[in-house]
């Protein structure tokens, strides 16, 4: 780091952190600065202006990342916020063939899935013993699976567990489910949410781009079909996550035409709880391994910050959840995302399948503590919510040392979190 005072981001004061921004500001060229401005003043980053941001370097970037922080700091103070949850993915087998995915098995193939529903409900009855109070269910397509399997899983879980958030299947699933029952898309989402559902990952979003999703998914679900079936389910009071998976046959432009229409469903539904950028997994996704010369190895390392941080700027007042996806980029990088604008970390998972079937190396699980620790290490303060971000507990008055994990950790090394966070470098 050459020049000027370094400023520990533990402690410190308001003061300091306003010097910071103004001297990012000021280091800015006159263009990016001018876009900054006028975002800290409360109006809207169009398309364009977002993609300038997106292709920002050196001081440019920094400056994009200060900007980035002011806003999180205004929306969400210093708190960050997790969910005690697991994943269930109860079948694997899926036949869409989309070619990002690593986790999708043939009905024959030795290590296909499939779950009954006692069997997820056994699964949710843990989750619920250790503390969890969401359960995140996502499956394949499979094709021998009725309509009515959805709703079979929901009234299941619903039956053992009455109080159990049920966060659960992607407009893909929706898609899916409508088509073999015959309903629309808002009947059967009605549905749906009267047998328990309580809000759906907004996953299958990829990139909402005609070309791109061609070369992803053969277009099997277009972009207006994603964005329909979320306007739907926002429509009959069903919140939804959103999700950009990005760094594979993609650029900044796509980049920017998806956030901005997320941000105008926003202003539509309010239906989004938060946005949560996935980085593309690529070591053993198909996409890659099968056209390394024509795919990229996911996003860079500047990349993965400007896309949190460009985020952040352009939903604020809009989306104010970002949230940074650990088993993608493992802890550290996402401890790093905190100082990017990212005010959640999702969820514990417990059973983390679909990033470890294209490669990442994250591990299955994260614990309470674990993430609490993470999160005290950049001096914010740990909230554990539910899965539509009401406060759970603040674990602000507790010492560190006597955090007992919620979910014991099983399996991998102990991560060692409460090393210090050395001050943000260029
Ligand atoms: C595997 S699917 C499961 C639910 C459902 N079958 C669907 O496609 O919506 C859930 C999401 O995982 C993400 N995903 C799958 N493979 C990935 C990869 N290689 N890298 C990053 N994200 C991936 C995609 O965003 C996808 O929409
Ligand atoms: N980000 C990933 C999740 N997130 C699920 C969330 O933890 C949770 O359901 C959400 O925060 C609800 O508000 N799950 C994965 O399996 N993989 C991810 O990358
Ligand atoms: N984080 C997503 C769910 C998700 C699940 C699996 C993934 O691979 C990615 C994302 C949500 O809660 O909406
Ligand atoms: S992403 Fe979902 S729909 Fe596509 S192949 Fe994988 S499991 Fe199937």
Redesign the pocket.
Known sequence: MSGGRRVNILTRTPTETAAELSAALASASAPVARVLTRALDGQEVSEAEAVTLFETRGADKLAVYAVADTLRQRANGDRVTF?V?R?INFTNVCYMGCRFCGFAKRAEDKDAEWLDPDQIVARAQEAWDRGGT?V?IQGGLHPKMPGSYYRDILLAIKSALPDMHI?AFSPFEIWYGAAKTGLSYADFLRDLRDCGLGSM?GTAAEILDTEVRQKLTKNKLSAEKWVEIIRAAHGVGIPT?ATIMYGHVDAPRHWAAHIALLRDIQKDTGGF??L?P?SFVHTESPLYTQNPGAVRPGPTTDEVDLMHAVSRIMLHGHIDNI?V?W??LGAERARQMLTRGVNDL??T?MN?S??RAAGSTHGQEITASELAGLIRSVGRVPVRRN?VYDTIEVYDDHDPAEIAPLVPRRAGEPLDFLKMFPAVEP
Do not use: A, F, Y
Request: net charge negative; hydrophobic share 20%.
């Open positions: 969910v949850n994943n969401e995140c966060h990952p996550t709880t938060e949560v996935l949230q996806s088993t993608k999702g969820g998972l983390e679909i990033s899965t």
